[in-house]
């Protein structure tokens, strides 16, 4: 039996797990972030834009609301994905932000547990965002026995940090007593997962999150995952699509913190990147099941 805390690459390609070269790495390019369901006009975006830039240069103790596209009353219809607050209001995107900034300041960052209040807030406020009554977050998620290729006598189990689940509402409420993925009627509709550590390099990581990833797709049945890797104040998103048959191929975005400052003890966290991290868990969280497209790049 193999832990996912204990996988390395050695055991990635045993599971026959490769890395896609056939694909570029994501590209996370600016925090202009639109939904492919809500059609914008090319000005607002630049608006966005313009904004956040200002927002970057301010002091980092006065906090500025985060920009969001704008929706109502100019025929643009709202799209709960994109919205810069959810209908939770302790959990918007500006509390996500002055709760990070408060957090950075008071709280030393130099262990797991603390740099999982980051993680928290950040997936409390993509959860309360999700139009979904079903949505449902769940921590350490256990995973059954899976085989880690079909030609060999080897299971893969263990547990996984935070699960962002999306089913129907009666599926949520029978999940809420009883959190067996295996055991919901009519299926995951939307499965996130997220991996957390603590300080040190993220990318060493990475062999264990594609376990996680690999054993949550086939225990929900689907044939493409996405989740994240992350401290808190950095992030890797992942992306893997199960071959027929047999293995899986992956991707990775680079490194995307939300932190910048000459040295560890004097960074501040920048708005503009709470805001890229923000817009792309509530994305990706909408659209986990989805092969990359190009409204995947972030421009």
Known sequence: MTSFSSLKWGDVSSMQIDADAAHPLLTLKSPAVVSPRKR???QEIEETADDVADDASAPA???????????????????????????IELYSEDMLLRQLQFFKKWIPMGNEA?????????LCHVISASPNDGAILSIEQGVSEIPVAPDKPEKLCGKIDFVLLE???????????????????GGVSSLFVVEAKGPGPLDHHIPQVLGELYG????????VIRGAL????SWIFVILVLKPG??????????????????????VVRPDKVHLVASILRHWRAHSHDNLERN???Y
């Open 40 to 42: 914008i006009r090319r």
């Open 61 to 87: 103790s006065t906090p500025a609301p985060l920009p969001g596209p704008s929706s109502g009353g100019d025929g643009v219809d709202s799209d709960p994905i994109t919205k810069t607050s959810g209908p």
């Open 114 to 122: 603390s740099l999982r209040l980051l993680v928290n807030v950040f």
């Open 167 to 185: 089913m129907a509402e009666p599926a949520a409420k029978q999940y809420l007593k009883r959190p067996n993925l295996t055991a919901v009627e």
């Open 216 to 223: 949550s797709a086939r225990t929900a049945q689907k044939d």
């Open 230 to 233: 992350t401290n808190g104040l």
């Open 246 to 267: 047999q293995g899986a191929t992956y991707r990775h975005s680079p490194l995307l913190k939300i932190t910048e400052g000459p040295t560890a003890e004097e960074e």
């Open 296 to 298: 995947d790049y972030f």
